[in-house]
């Protein structure tokens, strides 16, 4: 069965970086892209970055465009987030996925003074 375990987050100021990373299992993670996915209080879920399969390719919301890389280990079957000059507005329950269907518990990035 899918699954995904999401780890990294905690609270930093703003400015600060954090870098999260997930744990993928239950399918074949080398053929398909991967994202990562944010949902704040009150507010819908939101795709924040996608990789290729081959991880020769990437992109990023707008709002997280220059600041976040997105990178994986198809070895390790393992995504990450690397989230630099971080703002308050980042703050949210991160997710990691394939399809946008199966969802982990989450890593929470606060980003506060």
């Known amino acids: 069965q899918v699954q995904f375990v999401e780890s990294g987050g905690g609270l930093v100021q703003p400015g600060g970086s954090l870098r999260l990373s997930c744990a993928a299992s239950?399918?074949?993670?080398?053929?398909?892209?991967m994202m990562w996915y944010r949902q704040a209080p009150g507010k819908e879920r939101e795709r924040v970055a996608t990789?290729?399969?081959?991880?020769?390719?990437?992109n990023y919301a707008e709002s997280v465009k220059g600041r976040f890389t997105i990178s994986r280990d198809n070895s390790e079957n393992m995504v990450y987030l690397q989230m630099n000059s971080l703002k308050p507005g980042d703050t949210a329950v991160y997710y990691c996925?394939?399809?946008?269907?199966?969802w982990g518990q989450g890593t929470q990035v606060t980003v506060s003074s």
């Open positions: 990789i290729a399969s081959n991880g020769g390719s990437a």
């Open positions: 239950g399918f074949t993670f080398s053929i398909y892209a």
């Open positions: 996925t394939h399809l946008a269907r199966s």
